[in-house]
């Protein structure tokens, strides 16, 4: 799996990635603290895996003789090619504890693949 980085040039934080790779599946988790699970939007196109998350809030404070307003604005793009034995049909996602978390299944062929060594003539 590889990272292709950020996209958006005005981003302010990038995530950090976890990829932890094993015989049945890859696992993401993007560590996204006080995010919900409806500012994520996670794209797949060709082989390319895509999560983003674009976030604007304000705050409003009055006073007597005066009103200040501040905005917040926050996003991230994060891209991923995807391996060929990636099942995108079964790509799951779940968000808890500030944890992004995105399972990709392999395929089931690409399970049965063995760990081969090749002799050295």
Do not use: H
């Not at 950020?6 to 932890?20: D, F, Q």
């Not at 939007?41 to 404070?61: A, P, Q, R, V």
């Not at 090619?81 to 395929?107: C, F, H, M, Q, S």
């Amino acid at each position: 799996m590889v990272d292709t980085g950020n996209l958006w040039g005005r981003t302010l934080n990038v995530p950090a990635v976890n990829i932890i790779e094993n015989k049945d599946e890859y696992k993401v988790s993007l560590a996204v603290p006080g995010m919900k699970k409806d500012d994520f939007k996670i794209d797949i196109e060709g082989n390319m895996l895509t999560i983003s998350s674009e976030k604007e809030e304000s705050k409003e404070e009055k006073e007597k003789k005066f009103t200040r307003k501040e905005y917040n604005y926050s996003c991230f793009s994060r891209s991923f090619t995807l391996p060929e034995e990636i099942n995108k049909e079964k790509i799951e996602a779940k968000y808890e504890e500030g944890v992004l978390k995105i399972t990709l299944p392999r395929k089931e062929e690409a399970k049965k693949i063995s760990a081969k060594q090749i002799a050295v003539k």
